[in-house]
C-alpha cells in the first residue's frame, strides 16, 4: 500500500532537516519503506481538506490506505510496530524503547520548544533577558540528565532503534544555538544519528524539496 506524507512546500529552516517530517522520512528510510510526499504551503495547512487529517493545521500527516495518521510520535510508532528494524523483539526491551520515543516528544521536546519560541517569538518583548535564562536552564537540566544516562553508550538502551530516532531528532534543534555543544556525549549522539545511511537520504530528500526552483 503506498505510503503519503505531507511536508512543507517551503519549510521556515530552508530544509536543514528540522521540520518534523524529517522523523518520519527518517523511520522509513530505516526500514526500507518507499512513500510519496505531499508537499502543503502553510495557507493550505489550515484548510478543510488539510485539517480533516490534522486537526491542529500541521505537517507532517501519514496516510496508508485507510489509515491517516498525525503526530510524529504516533506516525514512528506505527512504522516501527508494522516494520522490522526499529524495535526489538524482546516484550521489555519494547516497551522500554517506546518509553524512550515518549520522552523523546514529552519530557526532552518540551523546553525545547520553549526556548526556541523565547528567541524567535519573544526577543523583543522586555522581559525577555530575564525569561531567557530560565528557560535555557531548563534545557540545560534535561540535556544533563540524558547526557548522564547516556554515558559512554552509543545509543540510549542497547541497538539503534525508534527512540533513539526520535530523540536525536529532538535533540537537533539544539545544534544550531549551540547549547547541544556543551554536552560533547550528546553531540555525538546525535551526530551517529545524522551518520546513519537513512538519516542522509531523508535529509537529502527534504532538502531538495526546499532547494527545487519555483
Ligand atoms: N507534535 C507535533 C508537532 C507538529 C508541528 O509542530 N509541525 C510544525 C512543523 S515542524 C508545523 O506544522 N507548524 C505549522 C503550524 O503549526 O502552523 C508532531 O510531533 O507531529
Redesign the pocket.
Known amino acids: 500500500m503506498t505510503i503519503t506524507i505531507t511536508a512543507?512546500e517551503q519549510s521556515p529552516d530552508g530544509g536543514r532537516g528540522?521540520?518534523?517530517?524529517m522523523?518520519v522520512r527518517w523511520a522509513l528510510e530505516e526500514v526500507g519503506q518507499p512513500y510519496k510526499v505531499r508537499l502543503v504551503s502553510?495557507r493550505a495547512?489550515?484548510e478543510a481538506a488539510h485539517l480533516a487529517l490534522h486537526p491542529?493545521?500541521?505537517?507532517?500527516t501519514y496516510e496508508e490506505g485507510d489509515l491517516a495518521l498525525?503526530?510524529?510520535?504516533a506516525?514512528v510508532f506505527h512504522i516501527a510496530e508494522r516494520h522490522a528494524g526499529l524495535l526489538p523483539d524482546d516484550a521489555n526491551e519494547r516497551a522500554r524503547a517506546i518509553a524512550w520515543m515518549f520522552a523523546a516528544?514529552n519530557t526532552v521536546e518540551p523546553p525545547i520548544l520553549e526556548l526556541a519560541n523565547a528567541r524567535l517569538l519573544e526577543s523583543e518583548k522586555p522581559w525577555n533577558n530575564q525569561r531567557l535564562p530560565l528557560v535555557e536552564d531548563r534545557v540545560r537540566d534535561r540535556l544533563n540528565q540524558l547526557s548522564r544516562r547516556l554515558g559512554d553508550a552509543d545509543w540510549l538502551d542497547g541497538a539503534f532503534g525508534a527512540g533513539d530516532l526520535m530523540m536525536a531528532s529532538v535533540l537537533l534543534r539544539l545544534k544550531a544555538p549551540g547549547i547541544l555543544d556543551e554536552y560533547p556525549k550528546l553531540a555525538a549522539y546525535v551526530a551517529r544519528g545524522e551518520a546513519r545511511p537513512a538519516y542522509r537520504r531523508a535529509f537529502d530528500a527534504q532538502s531538495a524539496v526546499n532547494a527545487a526552483p519555483r
Open positions: 512543507f528540522l521540520a518534523r517530517d522523523r502553510f495547512l489550515k491542529f493545521g500541521q505537517i507532517p498525525f503526530e510524529t510520535g506516525i516528544v
